[in-house]
């Protein structure tokens, strides 16, 4: 059973939600998905100062089995891509909640948040698939 | 219903995650497909690849039933466990499937056909033998196991008795060897040195574990596409199948023409199709980010073509792909990857040969 850590917020499409402060919120996809997808080969993020509406697709995890979209969970601002990643896609696997982090966003409205599921929403949800 | 091979305990003991292989249950990977990608590449991995269907053809008219079934002319083998690959193809010149044959003697034959086609292909096999004194049997008692990469050949010997081992002894690749209990081949699907092991059903998972005690990495499904399309090696059923001509999916080396009347199966389309010209499978290199994947389209000066296979390459670092393109040789062609249109070079369909890049 893969790891889904309490303290973070998550989407169906499989996108975990970190609150910072100010109403920013680091994203990432979940360690059931990067399983789901395998060694990770290339992330292409969106760009700093891009506005997003939830469930936009604002980047694209690719790995050696497939490309796979990834959908902003949250209306807002980009105001930061985790530009290890370039080099370093592999982190997605190896720390998906941690330096495998893909963007930040300003959120329009920081409390979207409560909308999406938590942990154990999300297990549910992916017990169901 | 799914099959299970000999090795599925160990598979499951391994922590693979298994996945449904045109009705056999395989492993995909063990944990990283490109770790097991690498290992192969740099050092030795195993593959169970007992899901392939093992024939045998014996009988006194073994050789001119092989000769009017394969592509392929059998004829060619002269020496004793020399192996062959082709094409078996329909009337109408398309690709029914690829195989190896072993040849021991004229009358005492070997195939080793795909998995995923096997009630068709002995179907097959058994329509052609009509008119033909031959045996076709099916030997189900045996697991297989590929043992490849730089020290697949080393580690492997750990575990042959001293007839194993005075019998593979300089032993040329393509060659494979009855000893003892083991049928031992120079053969693989990688493009790396190693063994294909035809070993007993009773004794495979052992086999199996003693191999891993030598320091040899399990493989999965995973690893095995990306190695065989970095070698340029064709997957059936998606480089080409029924519908595709061997001159379209770089099969045209196996065809052996001459002598020109030997009738075999497919000849008199084959001999048309080559007059009229076919479309060509060729390699393409993308050196840009994104992974090129099956079944995109491709545009040339010549028209319009697709991908058959494609991959992020773990050995070269960028993506890889082979596609079937109208005849010409462009430098060039445009690929449409999820909805732009990418310039990528055209190559010969050969990517890596023992652990290197051949392009």
Same mark, same amino acid.
Do not use: G, I, P, T
């Given at each position: 059973m893969s790891n889904i850590p309490n303290d973070l917020r998550y989407a169906a499409t499989h996108e975990w939600v970190r609150p910072e402060s100010d109403g920013v919120f680091t994203v990432g996809i979940s360690e059931h998905a990067q399983e789901l997808l395998g060694d990770m080969v290339f992330v292409d993020l969106p760009d700093e100062g891009d506005k997003v509406s939830t469930g936009d697709d604002v980047a694209v995890a690719e790995s050696v089995k497939a490309a796979s979209d990834v959908y902003t969970p949250l209306t807002g601002e980009i105001i930061a891509v985790n530009e290890e990643l370039e080099d370093s896609p592999e982190l997605v696997n190896s720390d998906p909640y941690g330096d495998g982090w893909l963007f930040k966003i300003k959120a329009d409205d920081p409390n979207e948040v409560e909308s999406l599921m938590n942990a154990e929403g999300y297990k549910a949800s992916i017990d169901e698939e | 219903m799914t099959s299970k091979t000999a090795l599925h305990a160990k598979h499951l003991e391994a922590g693979a995650k298994m996945v449904d292989f045109f009705g056999w249950e395989m492993p995909i990977s063990y944990g990283s497909q490109m770790e097991e990608h690498h290992a192969v590449r740099q050092d030795a991995g195993m593959f169970d690849v007992s899901h392939m269907t093992i024939v045998d053809v014996t009988g006194k008219q073994a050789q001119a039933y092989l000769r009017y079934l394969l =592509?392929? #002319?059998? =004829?060619?083998?002269? #020496?004793?466990g020399k192996a062959l690959y082709s094409g078996m193809l329909n009337e109408e010149g398309g690709v029914v499937d690829d195989l190896i044959v072993y040849h021991f003697d004229d009358t005492n034959y070997r195939l080793v056909v795909n998995s995923a086609t096997r009630e068709k292909d002995m179907n097959w096999l058994l329509a052609k033998a009509e008119g033909f004194a031959v045996t076709i049997t099916e030997k189900s008692d045996f697991a297989m196991i590929a043992v490849q990469g730089p020290k697949a050949k080393e580690k492997a010997a750990t575990l042959f008795s001293a007839a194993q081992k005075e019998a593979v002894e300089g032993m040329k690749p393509f060659f494979g060897v009855q000893a003892e209990d083991l049928f031992i081949a120079t053969t693989g699907y990688t493009g790396e040195a190693g063994y294909e092991i035809m070993v007993p059903k009773a004794r495979a998972g052992q086999f199996w574990q003693e191999l891993l005690e030598a320091g040899v990495k399990p493989c999965g499904l995973g690893a095995r596409d990306t190695l065989r399309l970095e070698a340029g090696m064709n997957l059936y059923g998606q480089d080409m199948d029924e519908t595709v001509s061997p001159l379209a999916a770089n099969m045209g080396w196996t065809i052996t023409w001459e002598p020109a009347d030997r009738d075999f199966v497919g000849r008199g389309a084959l001999e048309q199709q080559k007059e009229q010209g076919t479309d060509k499978l060729v390699g393409l290199v993308m050196k840009e980010k994104g992974v090129l994947r099956a079944g995109q389209k491709v545009k040339t000066e010549n028209g319009e073509g697709i991908t058959t296979s494609g991959t992020f390459s773990p050995t070269l670092g960028h993506a890889i792909a082979m596609a079937r393109i109208p005849a010409g040789s462009p430098d060039t062609v445009e690929v449409e990857m999820r909805k732009k249109w990418v310039t990528v070079d055209v190559v010969k369909p050969s990517f890596v040969r023992n652990g290197k890049s051949v392009l």
């Open positions: - | =592509a392929n #002319d059998v =004829a060619k083998l002269k #020496d004793k």
